[in-house]
């Protein structure tokens, strides 16, 4: 039966399919055999245009999702430039992650994690120099990354310090740029060994005993502090520089050499730097002192003004240009060089590099006498008194004694 129906339906078929052909042929013919057309030319190009449009809105709607994806997992971060002022410090030894929480705790970034980001993606984050620096609040995390390696957002207290000055006239420059009492700097200077200087600089090898104080130790330099820097913590980077230098220029080993005490190299040196009118000239100045110590049969006396001078300053009182004889021999002056031989118990002033190095290599020669002759610091050397005397009127009419 199934057989039966399937036979009469394919009849039907073929029967359907034969008149459907005639038809089509029919139209043909009336059309004059034209080529057939395409059917749904118009629903394709629909179809590519819903196509293009779906793509777009597929498209638009990735990268939505993207962009919220990435904000999910990326740290949160301000987007604008930042308000007001804020401190920040950085200090040594701080990890990038360290500097992110101390911003976040100071509400300059939004997160710690938006500032370690930026510094990953920056190399020379690297290079953040510990300090107290200027920001400001809700700040984009590299904006505040740019701040921190500049210079002019780094808040300091530059003070320069120049060759010669003594400690008192120290204390009082630093008291004026930290606005710290100068009482605060004398009290932290009572003890030098507390500030880093080591006991073997103040052996002497001439059986006086040594002032022992801070004098000679703080190295003229230009220094930057931080805002809340204490005294103490000052003088110990000055002293931390002067053995720096001293070390680097090998002065201990020097002296050794030379056979001569390191105080006794440091205390040559601060009258070196306190007699010397130009740097040029030192190694000669230092070589009069070492001269005159070591004088046969006997020593003479240095006869520095500037010693007397440094007794006065510790004193409270003023420097003067025109000593009396009095002055330079009185007998209560400990500093005094005029009568009496030998060093005095301590340095007279800070000397610089060159002092230093001066005190250590003295230039090779006789004399025992100088004088600055001229207005620009240049001295004249004999070992002649006559001849000393003779540079003394020379310096008289140029109007530099």
């Not at 710290?180 to 507390?194: C, K, R």
């Not at 070589?287 to 007794?311: G, Q």
């Not at 060159?354 to 002759?373: K, Q, R, S, Y």
């Amino acid at each position: 039966m199934l057989d039966e129906l399937e036979l009469a339906f394919d009849d039907q078929d073929r029967e359907r399919g034969r008149s459907r052909h005639r038809r089509s042929a029919a139209r043909r013919a009336q059309n004059g055999g034209g080529a057939r057309q395409p059917k749904g030319r118009g629903r394709s190009l629909l179809a590519l245009a819903l196509s293009i449009v779906l793509l777009g809105v597929l498209g638009a709607g990735g990268w939505y999702g993207y962009t919220k994806v990435t904000e999910f997992f990326s740290a949160a971060d301000y987007s604008g430039p930042g308000t007001g002022k804020v401190e920040v410090q950085v200090k040594s030894g701080d990890s990038a992650a360290d500097i992110g929480q101390s911003l976040f705790n100071a509400g300059v970034v939004k997160s710690a994690q938006a500032f370690v980001d930026a510094a990953a993606d920056n190399p020379q984050a690297k290079n953040i120099q510990p300090g107290t620096y200027q920001l400001r609040k809700e700040m984009r995390a590299k904006d505040a990354l740019a701040l921190l390696l500049g210079d002019d957002s780094k808040l300091v207290n530059k003070i320069t310090i120049p060759e010669g000055l003594t400690m008192q006239a120290t204390f009082k420059k630093l008291s004026e740029y930290t606005h710290l009492p100068v009482e605060e700097f004398q009290a932290a200077a009572a003890d030098p060994v507390a500030l880093g200087v080591p006991e073997a600089w103040f052996t002497r090898g001439d059986g006086k005993q040594p002032a022992k104080s801070v004098e000679g130790f703080l190295f003229p330099d230009t220094y930057h502090f931080d805002p809340g820097v204490t005294p103490k913590q000052i003088l110990q980077k000055m002293v931390g520089n002067f053995l720096a230098v001293a070390d680097e220029n090998k002065i201990m080993d020097l002296a050794q050499s030379k056979q001569v005490a390191p105080y006794e190299v440091l205390i040559t040196a601060s009258l070196v730097q306190a007699e010397a009118g130009t740097p040029a000239d030192m190694p000669k100045v230092s070589r009069v002192v070492y001269n005159r110590l070591n004088h046969k049969p006997n020593a003479m006396p240095l006869e520095f003004d500037s010693a007397t001078n440094y007794w006065r300053e510790l004193r409270g009182q003023e420097r003067k240009h025109n000593l009396t004889t009095p002055e330079l021999n009185d007998p209560n002056n400990p500093y005094r060089t005029y009568g009496v031989t030998g060093l005095p118990p301590g340095p007279i002033s800070n000397p610089g590099k060159e002092a230093l190095l001066a005190a250590v290599n003295p230039t090779p020669g006789p004399w025992l006498f100088f004088v600055l002759i001229d207005k620009q610091g240049n001295s004249a050397f004999t070992d002649n008194l006559a001849e000393h005397e003779r540079n003394i009127a020379t310096a008289q009419r140029n109007g530099a004694y």
